[in-house]
């Protein structure tokens, strides 16, 4: 018998339990919303002027000109940070893994697909996971 005070979770995060526990949203703050600024150079100080402290929804059409990651972060990117034997892949399987419909039950699963498939190739499976370290 397992010692239930030593595991990290009571239930396994099934791909049908997960969407049945989210917490709900408040949606009080889009109450009487009838648009969405959309604006570009937004300085800093604009921006918590108008909206930081607001909750005032914003797009950014140009927050990310010029953010490194656009040409660093992909999966191969990934897939190399994440060796075989990461304790993120071990820590995944304890709860921390959501799937969606992807048909992936584990991160380290995700790492093993085709690079194909990784890159959305015309006619391979689309996915899509989520996960929290």
């Not at 100080?45 to 490194?68: C, H, K, Q």
């Not at 048909?103 to 498939?117: C, P």
Request: with cysteine; hydrophobic share 40%.
């Amino acid at each position: 018998m397992q010692d239930l005070f030593s595991e990290r979770c009571l239930v396994a995060a099934d791909s049908l339990l997960i969407p049945l526990f989210r917490p709900p949203v408040n949606c009080r703050i889009c109450h009487g919303l009838t648009q969405v600024d959309r604006v570009s150079r937004l300085s800093r100080n604009l921006f918590e002027e108008r909206y930081a402290y607001s909750g005032r929804p914003v797009i950014v059409t140009d927050a990310m000109v010029n953010w490194s990651a656009l040409q660093t972060f992909n999966f191969e990117f990934f897939r190399g940070i994440y060796s075989h034997d990461s304790p993120t892949l071990v820590s995944s399987e304890e709860c921390q893994f959501f799937p969606y419909e992807s048909g992936f039950s584990n991160l380290s699963e995700v790492f093993l697909m085709t690079s194909e498939r990784a890159s959305l190739h015309s006619g391979s499976e689309p996915w899509y996971i989520g996960w929290y370290v």
